[in-house]
């Protein structure tokens, strides 16, 4: 083993024995410090704080004896190994050497591979003590600094580590609790505990996330706390390990967040009532009109309005706006109170668009819109004219077979500030069918992630059609596509007679 990045002060008054140790150990690959008679090894000493010091026991000035004591008497010197090397062979010598605090005394003529393997080793323990030393320092610190209570006890419930919040939760600062019992310390400790600690050397490990301890002046404190045995190398247990941490504050704060949601709950309902109430169905004409609506969760993104004007024409529209639940649902009033207000006064459904399409624009924010569909047809039931802004294509059904599509000519309402163009007009025969719906159908996902599609939606259309099912038929059809997915827009189906 070679110590290239160690220092070795030597120290001899025999110039010839000075030069062959200095040769000896420049070969083996350490860094010498030369040092002539005791006065100046221990300037060398100061100077250079080597990894070991080699003393020959007799010099001028000073001899080994009296260096090797005055290095030992500092704190960093306590550290440092010294081998003394004389040619004295008494008890005596040897005995002297030790006192002064020399870790070694190898006689002279020296044997260079006992010398070899006495520095490996003296220089091998400085090392370990160094580790020792760093991994106690790195304990003392966490233990100094961390916020949560921590404690090692031994099979007697005797402290060997313990942190200084611990020291203050139980009020033993200031003492020295090391290798003091716990219940001496604490006397006052529950039975509970107490029955934890059994059961931890027992070999049981413990845990509680939230436990309501009262204090001493009765308040509730929150504890978060582990008490598990650990293990010696032998694998027996050799006591128990405990931390607790107080989370009162966090346990406050969580209950503060839950009468919060709580209320924000409570608000949003009533919210939803209102907003229910107020897209009340009451002005909904639903003749020859049948329709599937299935939300995402009360509050519906999805709105459908449809009113016969006093001169028999009947207007019929769908709306889907940006999103589901409140932010959705909050524009729904607005569009509705338009369009049965203009519709009462037998006006035309292109300024009913056109006016909800102004409102919109500047009453909403930018990321708010309203994708549409909107049917006129005609007092004869002749003739319908339909608006298609930014839905799926409005399909027309005759004789239970798809012979038109109206696809999306106009942007959805509330994005431009810009007149809504003239419809696209039908002839109608007695019988037909007009679907429109909103996307939450064909967008619908598998567990896949594969969207079930317009092609999936009309197929579905015709056999529900041709078999005289309900709309609802399509519900269980998208449930059962997506498995156990859940829901992920609203969705709404309308079908119109002519």
Request: glycine share 6%; net charge negative.
């Amino acid at each position: 083993m070679r110590h290239e990045t160690s220092s070795i002060l030597v120290a001899d008054d025999d110039e010839f024995m000075l030069q062959a140790i200095t040769l000896y150990l420049n070969n083996s690959g350490y860094r010498v410090i030369e040092a002539t008679d005791g006065r100046e090894a221990l300037q060398q000493y100061e100077r250079h704080r080597p990894n070991l010091v080699i003393l020959d026991a007799n010099m001028p000035h000073l001899d080994g004896f009296s260096v090797c004591r005055s290095i030992k008497e500092s704190p960093e010197g306590q550290k440092i190994p010294i081998i003394m090397v004389t040619a004295l062979d008494d008890d005596d010598s040897v005995d002297r050497a030790f006192a002064a605090g020399a870790e070694e005394y190898i006689n002279k003529p020296i044997k260079w591979a006992v010398l070899r393997q006495r520095m490996r080793l003296l220089l091998q323990q400085q090392q370990n003590r160094e580790k020792i030393q760093e991994r106690d320092e790195q304990i003392r610190l966490f233990m100094e600094k961390t916020p949560v209570a921590i404690a090692m006890f031994d099979e007697g419930m005797r402290y060997l580590q313990v942190s200084h919040r611990w020291l203050d939760d139980y009020g033993l600062v200031n003492l020295s609790v090391v290798n003091q019992c716990h219940y001496d310390l604490v006397p006052d400790e529950a039975e509970r505990w107490k029955e934890i600690h059994r059961r931890c050397l027992a070999g049981i490990w413990e845990r509680q996330d939230a436990d309501p301890i009262p204090d001493s002046s009765g308040n509730i404190q929150w504890f978060r706390w582990e008490a598990f045995p650990w293990k010696r190398r032998d694998g027996q247990n050799g006591g128990v390990m405990m931390f607790t941490e107080n989370i009162t504050q966090h346990k406050e704060m969580e209950n503060e967040i839950k009468r919060h949601r709580d209320r924000l709950t409570y608000e949003r309902e009533i919210i939803e009532s209102v907003i229910t109430r107020m897209r009340s169905t009451e002005e909904l004409d639903l003749t020859k009109i049948r329709f599937l609506q299935n939300p995402v969760e009360n509050t519906t993104g999805d709105m459908l309005l449809a009113a016969l004007r006093p001169d028999g024409a009947q207007h019929v529209a769908l709306g889907d706006f940006t999103g589901h639940g409140l932010l959705a649902a909050l524009c729904g009033p607005m569009v509705s109170d338009i369009f049965y207000a203009m519709t009462k006064k037998n006006l035309p459904l292109i300024d009913i668009i056109n006016e909800i399409n102004i409102r919109l624009t500047e009453k909403t924010p930018a990321n708010m819109f309203m994708a549409a569909g909107f049917l006129e047809i005609s007092p004869d039931r002749g003739h319908l004219t339909v608006w298609n802004c930014s839905i799926p294509s409005i399909l027309l059904l005759r004789n239970e077979e798809l012979f038109g599509r109206v696809e999306s000519k106009y942007t959805a309402l509330g994005v431009i500030k810009r007149p809504i163009g003239p419809g696209q007009t039908v002839s109608m025969e007695r019988g037909d069918r007009i679907f429109l719906y909103t996307d939450g159908f064909t967008e619908e996902k598998d567990e896949d992630g594969e969207m079930f599609g317009e092609e999936s939606l009309e197929s579905a259309l015709l056999h529900m059609v041709k078999q005289k099912d309900s709309l609802h038929l399509l519900k269980d059809i998208l449930r059962g596509y997506r498995a156990n997915r859940n829901q992920s827009d609203d969705m709404t189906m309308v079908e119109i007679e002519s």
